[in-house]
């Protein structure tokens, strides 16, 4: 049995739903990610496991106990926000140490476990510094701690590194993943980051309009998205709107693509992914043995980007798409006119949906 399980989680303000019929189980020591835009119900449902928000259908079940009368304060739940919300008169051994004084344990126990928890999260030394005088990332690390302390059974975060830049998000979201699992706490964050996403979270639930659209690892989320809409929220470019033809062809702007249709129906309107990585460039004028379907097109900007040249170009229909090329290769030029050689085996198709 499932640590937590949702059942039919719905919530709806001024006659629109928030979140709508929302299931799903949660492992003991995984962790979940919502990911979805801005206003998809993320934080709505998050809100409604700590018990925040009371849903309007639907249970929450925790260890097999429905949570729908259990307070906030007796769920023993740990929740962090993006604003960190640390105690500016506290120390930051204070704050670390907070939730272990409200359970009024012995001096000596909140003394270790608060020392622990400052070392987990590389704060170690840190306990009389002011938390004024704290970088982003240290007052990020000291909210950590600080929830992690009374040893929450269940960890929700709500966009936990929304509020540092960029650089300082990518070096923390590593070492996040890390704390959570040596301290094995089962753990639901909510972020509209795909990298977030990817690199702490061992499962991926993407939400739009208050629904989940799918759930899957992040390795299977990213290879085969299953609706359009996820793709397009995932950041894929290149999606082409396609027919399909037969068990062996689909129907294009870019042509026919020879693919394996097995379980698709004749007619039936789909979307094909072409990876950023999915093209060799050619300069050939014909095409040649063995090689795959080619597309002409011209090239808008090629530019170096370190480890790869980020490479536009627009082809005969007007579309422009876009790859990555490796940095071993002559790169095309602006304005120069490729053939592009597509990889089938690499190419994803995705049943048709409204885009959000």
């Known amino acids: 049995m499932a640590l937590l399980e949702l059942i039919e989680i719905s919530k709806t303000y001024n ?7 929302v299931s799903l189980d949660l492992e003991e020591g995984n962790t979940l990610c919502l990911l979805g835009p801005s206003g998809c119900g993320k934080t709505t449902l998050l809100r409604i496991i700590a018990g925040l928000e009371q849903q309007d259908s639907g249970v929450v079940l925790f260890d097999g106990i429905d949570m729908s009368t259990v307070p906030p304060h007796q769920r023993q739940f740990g929740m962090m926000f993006q604003e960190f919300a640390l105690f500016p008169h506290k120390d930051v051994f204070g704050n670390v140490s907070f939730g272990l004084q409200m359970q009024k344990h012995p001096r000596s126990e909140v003394v270790r476990r608060t020392e622990a928890m400052l070392k987990l999260v590389g704060l170690e030394g840190y306990s009389h510094r002011n938390v004024a005088e704290l970088s982003g990332g240290e007052r990020q690390r000291v909210a950590l701690a600080r929830t992690l302390a009374p040893r929450p059974r269940l960890l929700l975060l709500d966009e936990p590194l929304g509020s540092l830049d ?16 040596r301290v094995g706490v089962t753990t639901i964050f ?3 980051d795909q990298t977030e996403a990817y690199a702490i979270s061992d499962v991926i639930a993407v939400i739009a309009r208050g629904r989940i659209e799918q759930i899957d690892s992040p390795e299977e989320l990213y290879r085969h998205p299953r609706t359009s809409a996820v793709a397009r929220f995932l950041g894929f470019h290149n999606l082409i709107d396609a027919v399909v033809e037969n068990e062996q062809a689909l129907h294009t702007e870019i042509g026919i693509l020879p693919l394996s249709l097995a379980g698709f129906k004749n007619s039936q309107r789909v979307t094909v992914h072409i990876p950023s990585n999915g093209i060799v460039i050619s300069r050939e004028k014909e095409s040649l043995p063995g090689m795959g379907p080619l597309i002409r097109a011209v090239v808008k900007t090629c530019l170096f980007k370190g480890k790869y040249y980020d490479l536009e170009v627009e082809i005969e229909s007007g579309k422009r798409l876009f790859f990555e090329l490796p940095t071993d290769i002559e790169p095309p030029r602006t304005a120069e006119e490729v053939i592009l050689v597509l990889r089938p085996d690499d190419m994803a198709i995705i ?3 409204d885009p959000w």
């Open 15 to 21: 006659h629109e739903p928030a979140v709508d019929n």
């Open 166 to 181: 960029r650089a300082l998000r990518e070096r923390l979201m590593l070492d996040l993943k890390e704390i959570l699992k």
């Open 190 to 192: 909510v972020t509209h």
């Open 351 to 353: 049943p048709e949906s």
